[in-house]
């Protein structure tokens, strides 16, 4: 079953606008990556982090793992309308290498 | 960059048939998983497998199976589909623990 949380499910912001969605779980994991899915595509990899406390950028985008080791979040800054797409948080277990995901936000750019 | 490519791109199959998914992993990654996604939902584990040995199980249902070869592409074989099989099938590969990359995924529709 699902292990983590992710909210908000959905979100319509300004362009130019931040963004923020985390992720929280009952379980420790290893990793936490964040994903990026268009209709049609697979999963594009936006960030991972591998220590709990690490905090990463690409570009606009910075992500955090989180010191409890149960949570993460992903800041978009300055938004655009190539933004739009669903966002996945993914952990990677302590014990093995399979991803479990979050039910994704789904962000919607307004021009 | 090479990417995962995943065969075919779309499958349309009836009730009870069979059918046989490929997925090329990034050259020089050791590591391939298989995911579902259903509509509207994320994707959720199936099977891994390293350097050719299964390394991990998830909700995969009996009436599939999947192996790697020598050459490390994967093929996950589906029997008996159902309806509900319907579905995003991705694959995705890693060196290791470094992160996953998807492919582009195979729908497969059943009727």
């Known amino acids: 079953g699902q292990q983590l949380n992710q909210s908000p499910q959905s979100m319509f912001i300004q362009e130019g606008e931040d963004v923020s969605m985390n992720c929280t779980s009952s379980?420790?994991?290893?990793?936490w990556l964040w994903y990026k899915q268009d209709p049609g595509e697979g999963p594009v990899l936006l960030i991972a982090l591998y220590k709990a406390g690490e905090l990463t950028s690409n570009g606009r985008l910075t992500a955090q793992f989180g010191i409890t080791r149960k949570d993460s979040f992903l800041n978009i800054s300055a938004s655009i309308p190539s933004d739009v797409g669903i966002y996945f948080c993914?952990?990677?277990?302590?014990?093995?290498?399979?991803?479990?995901f979050g039910a994704g936000t789904t962000v919607t750019v307004r021009a | 960059a090479a990417g995962v490519i995943q065969s075919p791109r779309h499958l349309i199959k009836e009730k009870r048939e069979t059918a046989t998914l490929k997925c090329y992993p990034i050259p020089r990654h050791d590591t391939v998983y298989w995911y579902q996604q259903g509509p509207g939902q994320d994707p959720q584990f199936l099977i891994s497998f390293y350097e050719k040995m299964q390394s991990d199980k998830g909700s995969i249902p009996d009436r599939f199976s999947a192996q790697q070869f020598s050459d490390y592409h994967s093929e996950l074989n589906m029997s008996s589909l159902e309806l509900g099989d319907s579905a995003l099938y991705f694959c995705?590969?890693?060196?290791?623990?470094?992160?996953?990359?998807f492919g582009d995924g195979t729908r497969l529709s059943i009727l």
């Open positions: 993914a952990g990677g277990g302590v014990n093995d290498y399979k991803l479990s």
């Open positions: 379980s420790i994991f290893n990793t």
């Open positions: 995705a590969s890693s060196l290791g623990r470094q992160p996953q990359h």
